[in-house]
């Protein structure tokens, strides 16, 4: 465990920062630097912690952004726009925020003389529409130009590109995460899991984009959060890439909905709608590099997921 850091964190009040900012909080101090866009971190236990420092901002000022970073030892980069109907309305914005957004916090971070850490987050989706057991040294993806789906993943792959670029000419202490469908408590915005969650605890009609039969691997956010600990503290990480996920939670999506039903006891139905755009078959991610060199190895099951999950949204319907 590492103490007496300051760590700076864009995107600081998204759910997988909120996680880890619950690991580190205690013994170091944290920065979030976020628009608040989406927002866990504000009725999170952490919010008037005495060592969090909170700054509204965004990646796209790169003035702030650099001021703002100033004497950071370790910057966690999980600032980014994600999910597909985001996406489909704002590909512009989409390909600012995760291009030039990256490409400012890595500027800052060398004008500041980053020294232990710079974390940045990519995403599974650079592999492709099919992704069986992929490894970080596969090739990457880039799609038709113009399709949704592709214009996200592009964005990413550009900043991993240029996050080792940083690392190669100017030895900034990289390392790349691709997360793997991450869920859990404090999840906002467009994941599958916790909107499937959030109607079955409601007896709501579960809509799925298609047949159902994409299979994708879960991976339970505190299990993420427990590898980029290891990302960010283990030296041997630097200059790599690390897929972050859960190979043996998977399920297609159809799959998902019928076992969140089952596991929540919902009388909720499964209807079927068309796809919003190009989808991905299958997305399930090798995980040998991460335990080979980390020793990371996920530990949740999809039904404790599910519960954990679903037990931290009746709390957040029905606060004591």
């Known amino acids: 465990m590492i103490k007496n850091k300051r760590i700076f964190i864009t995107g600081g009040a998204g759910f997988i920062a909120n996680t880890l900012i619950g690991h580190y909080v205690d013994h170091n101090m944290i920065t979030v630097y976020d628009n608040f866009h989406r927002d866990t971190l504000s009725n999170s236990r952490y919010a008037n912690h005495p060592n969090i420092t909170i700054i509204k901002g965004d990646v796209l000022d790169l003035e702030l952004l650099t001021s703002s970073m100033a004497g950071a030892d370790i910057v966690v980069h999980a600032a980014g726009i994600a999910g597909i109907d985001t996406v489909i309305k704002n590909p512009v914005k989409t390909m600012r925020v995760n291009m030039i957004g990256t490409s400012n916090a890595l500027e800052a971070a060398q004008i500041n003389g980053v020294k232990d850490r710079f974390i940045d987050f990519s995403t599974s989706e650079v592999f492709g529409s099919m992704a069986f057991r992929s490894t970080e040294e596969d090739s990457t993806v880039s799609g038709s130009a113009g399709e949704a789906r592709w214009t996200y993943a592009v964005s990413k792959l550009a900043g991993e590109h ?68 290891r990302c960010i503290e283990d030296p041997k990480a630097i200059g790599k890439s690390f897929n972050l996920g859960n190979a043996r939670a998977v399920i297609t999506i159809l799959g998902l909905a019928q076992t969140v039903c089952r596991v929540l006891k919902s009388d909720s139905k499964i209807i079927f709608e068309p796809p919003l755009s190009a989808d991905i078959a299958i997305r399930i991610p090798s995980v040998e590099k991460s335990f080979k060199i980390l020793g990371f190895k996920a530990k949740v099951d999809l039904e404790e997921g599910i519960l954990r999950t679903a037990e931290w949204m009746k709390t957040e319907r029905n606060p004591a």
């Open 162 to 229: 240029l996050a080792h670029a940083y690392y190669n000419q100017f030895q900034l202490p990289v390392v790349t995460v691709r997360p793997f469908n991450v869920y859990g408590p404090g999840q906002t915005g467009e994941g599958a899991i916790q909107i499937f969650i959030k109607r079955a605890l409601e007896n709501q009609d579960i809509k799925i984009d298609g047949d159902g039969n994409q299979i994708r691997a879960w991976c339970f956010v505190d299990d993420f959060v427990d590898c980029l600990i």
